[in-house]
Each structure stands twice: as C-alpha cells, then as structure tokens.
C-alpha cells in the first residue's frame, strides 16, 4: 500500500485541536479564533454525534457545517468533521470540509466503514480513521484498507483508546502495543494521539500526550471548548483554549533519530544487552516448559489433574513480591505470569494427550 500522507511537510507534533461538539456558532467560532492564533494544523468540531445512550446530545446536524466553512473563511484554518454514514459523505464534501475522520463506533462496523468508502469513491479527501472500540487491530487495519481499495490514499489513524469494564484511571485504555503493531503494518501512515478520548479527564492530558510523543507519535488530537465545563458533550475533558496551549508548552518534542556517533554506538551498545538479556529470556522460558511437561507426565502417570488453584495462587502471589523488589508493576507481572501459565498449561495437555494416545495404540 502507497499511503500518503494526510499532514505533508508537518513539524511535529501536528496540532489538531477543537470542540468535541459543534453547540452554537458563536462558540465554534471563538474556539477557531483562538485555536488560529496557536498555529494547529487542522480545527475539528463534531457535527453528527454518536452517543453511547439516547437522552445525551446527538449533534447539530448539517447545519454546523457552514459554520465549519464560515470557520475556513475567517480564519484559513483546515477544518474536519466525522461521518458515519454515505449522506454524512455528501453533505461534508459539498461543504468543503478538508478531511473527514471515521470515529471509533463506526470502525467497529464494516458494513459502515464500507458504507462510506464506496461514497468517497473519487473523491480526493484525507480520511482520519480511529481505532475501533474494542482492542482488535484487524478491524482498524480493515478499515483503512477499505477506504484504500475506495481509491482515498491519504490516511492517517487516531489513536483514541479502547473501552474497558471495569476500574481503570482512563476513559477508554490506551494499549500502546496495539497502535505501534498498527505502524508496524502501516509504516507510511501518520499517527495521531487523541489524549482526550483516552483520558476522559484534563489532569491527564498531558501525561499521555507525551507519552504518545515518546513513542514517535506523529500528532495529537485534543478536544479544546471556551467553557469547558459548559459544554454539551465531553466537558471533563476539554481545555479551554489557554490550557490547550500550556498543555503545548509543556510537551516535550524529541527527535525520531540521530547521526550523532557516540549516541548511536551507546544505544548500540544498550540495544545488544538487550538482545543478550532477551535470548537469556528464552532459554529460561523453554527450560521452565520442558519442566512443566515432566510435571504433565508425572501427573498422567498418578492421574492427577493438571490445574491445581492453591499452587497457581501461590505463584502468583510469590511473583507479584518478587516483582515489586526489581520494580515491575503488579499489572504487568500478573499479565506476564498468566500468560506463561496458559503456555505451561497447553505443554502439560499436550503430553497428557500423547500419553494417552500411546495407551489407546497398545490397547
Ligand atoms: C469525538 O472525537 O468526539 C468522538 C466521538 O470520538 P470517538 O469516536 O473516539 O469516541
Ligand atoms: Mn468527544
């Protein structure tokens, strides 16, 4: 795939900024003003909102989109709107809107990801595509494949988090894994953090911004409202126009690379230990499966069961301590030490299964 860029010849960070709703038009076109004296690359403003529960405010419809292009008209800035269906598409495109963006309860939906592809279909407009939902990379890659196979070749993806029941400190979960297996595939394709969506709330903004930044981010999408407190949708985590620019101000932009000798040769130098250290990993890691295929047998021969909870509580609660004194997360240890037990699980069957297809051959 030849994907162009959306954003060409940009210094990072890209800066798209605006209301989450477009309310009225004297407040859409205060947030521009202000946002067009920062200098941000691309003002956005929803205009069809998709609410998760019927009674919250839905959008004003196609009437604030010549409030959008009262927005170009006043003050140069490139404007964006989502759509989620085919009419949303003509509508946008008849008023000049410069990119559309596919929010994240569409991405989730083929038939309307589609929908909209075969709308766009000759049409030359940058597409932002977020992630869907629900943390299933293949339905953010699927989507912007088919906007791609509908001829739309500029395409950047939105980062905005997934949804996550339970407790958590985010809105919606960031899993950076799932974004950076996304550039993986899509190497060409500009990236855009939406700290808004992700946090849910402004003390986290900035935090996750840099986070985003660290980790080679192309850009960020922030919700920014004169009252934010006021506004009709999203108001705990949008930032007046005062507080989007510290929040600027504050981020720290490092460089992608370097051709700087002594850096390279030091990173060199840290990035083998790491290898080292990984291949160490993997050793480890066989030996504890060969042991626990010994177990596996052990267990055949006395018919024992393979899933015993008193020692897998243990060894998890071992590892959490363990882990605290070399400083890694109770998160992560109890993440890692599931996933080595599901591995250990799957030998221990899978010697128990030839066992007793030895068995049956000698029957
Ligand atoms: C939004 O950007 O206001 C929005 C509705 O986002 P998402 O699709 O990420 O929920
Ligand atoms: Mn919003």
Known sequence: MDIRPVFPN???????????SAETEAQVLSTAHAL???DIDLFRAGIWKPRTRPDSFEGVGAKGLAWLRRVKEETGLKVTT???????????????IDVLWVGARTTVNPFSVQEIADALRGADVPVLVKNPINPDLKLWMGAIERLYKAGITRLAAIHRG??????????NVPRWQIPLELKRHFPDMQ???????ICGRRDLLLEVAQKALDLNFDGLMTEVHPTPDKAWSDATQQLTPVDFVHMVDQLVVR?????????????????????ELDEELFQILGQRMQVAERIGLYKRRNNISIFQPHRWAQIIEKAVIKGRQWGLS??????LFKAIHDESINHQERVMKAANNELNVER
């Open 10 to 20: 940009f210094q990072r960070p890209v800066l798209i900024a605006g209301p989450c």
């Open 162 to 171: 997934f949804s996550y029941f339970g407790e958590t400190r985010y809105r």
């Open 82 to 96: 989502e759509v989620a269906n085919a009419n949303h598409v003509y509508e946008a495109l008849k008023y000049g």
């Open 36 to 38: 067009a004296e920062q």
């Open 255 to 275: 460089q992608p690379t370097t051709d700087d000798t002594d850096f390279l040769e030091t990173l060199d130098n840290l990035r083998h230990q790491i290898d």
């Open 191 to 197: 990236l855009i953090c939406d700290n808004s969506h």
């Open 330 to 335: 109770r998160e992560f240890v109890e993440v």
